[in-house]
């Protein structure tokens, strides 16, 4: 066989980079067409609303840890790959540098009382996050509470509601001796919210004690983000406080993701396929 005709054959098999990007397109719309919902729309409502408990731990595996639930709180319009990286980060983090034992990691989008610029309907929200978290990974959740709440909730009172669901109504978990103990229920978040924290006039200083006294904080480093001048300003917590650095740099965000979606670029190992999927199906970030 001669080059010439080996590089004919390369050129039918291989498709150009567009027409690939075209076809991922289309094959999510067609794919979306029975796309259902992960949770159903019944059970987005206040009075229907049940905590997700199914991919929770009810028993540790470690001995002489304590069990810990990490919760990320934010708009997630939409999920993109870094969220979910930041849940490893922190779990690699746990396992190698604290006394802790993650026993469950959840999603918490925020409700559309947050009149946020850019942000989709909750229910769309809600279903991308739960999608990414159940396509993705055998221990994270999307927990629709806050989301389907008709008022804005500070991140402190979310966190109150995880610890209600999780230490009263649950129990807790038990150690490896069967025996119940309390679960440490901490934010997991970015540098940039830790940023925010340490500025006057930003967070209610009722709520800040709240969230860093009471749950405590899992910080992901970001580029461009003076972590210790943050945390200067919030000493007196510095022991609730874990700042994870990214070994790995990553500076997806959703705002990005938008833009890419509104040049009609492909979104392809930004966010997870199932959520391309329902981007595509339900017409999302267009505009």
């Known amino acids: 066989m001669t080059a010439e005709s080996s590089q004919q054959q390369q050129q039918l098999a291989d498709p150009p980079i567009d027409q690939m990007d075209h076809d991922l397109d289309q094959d999510a719309q067609e794919a979306s067409t029975s796309l259902p919902n992960i949770i159903p729309d019944s059970q987005l409502s206040p009075a229907t609303y049940r905590f997700p408990s199914e991919r929770l731990l009810r028993r540790q595996r470690h001995e002489g ?124 978040a970015g540098a940039d919210l830790i940023q925010t924290m340490s500025t006057p006039g930003v967070w209610s200083p009722a709520d800040l004690d709240h969230i860093l006294r009471k749950f405590g904080a899992f910080i992901i480093e970001r580029t461009g983000t003076d972590i210790d001048e943050a945390l200067a300003g919030l000493k007196e917590y510095k022991d609730n406080i874990h ?38 199906h339900h017409g999302l970030y267009r505009e």
Not at 73 to 84: A, D, V
């Open 65 to 188: 840890k304590q069990p810990l639930v990490l919760v990320a709180c934010g708009s997630f319009s939409p999920i993109t790959y870094l969220h979910l990286r930041m849940f490893e980060m922190a779990s690699d983090y746990a396992r190698f540098n604290t006394k802790y034992e993650i026993v469950g990691g959840f999603l918490s989008p925020v409700s559309d009382a947050y009149k946020k610029p850019g942000l989709a309907p909750a229910k769309h929200r809600i279903q991308m996050c739960s999608y990414a978290a159940e396509k993705t990974s055998e221990w994270l959740t999307c927990d629709p509470w806050e989301a389907i709440q008709p008022h804005y909730f500070p991140t402190a009172q979310v966190l109150d509601h995880f610890d209600h669901e999780i230490n009263h109504v649950i129990g807790g978990c038990e150690d490896v001796h069967g025996n119940k103990q309390p679960v440490r229920i901490a934010l997991l």
């Open 243 to 280: 700042v994870i650095p990214q070994v790995i740099t990553n500076d997806v965000s959703s705002t990005k993701v938008r833009l890419m979606r509104k040049r009609d670029l492909s979104l392809r190992y930004v966010v997870p396929d199932s959520v391309i999927e329902y981007i595509h």
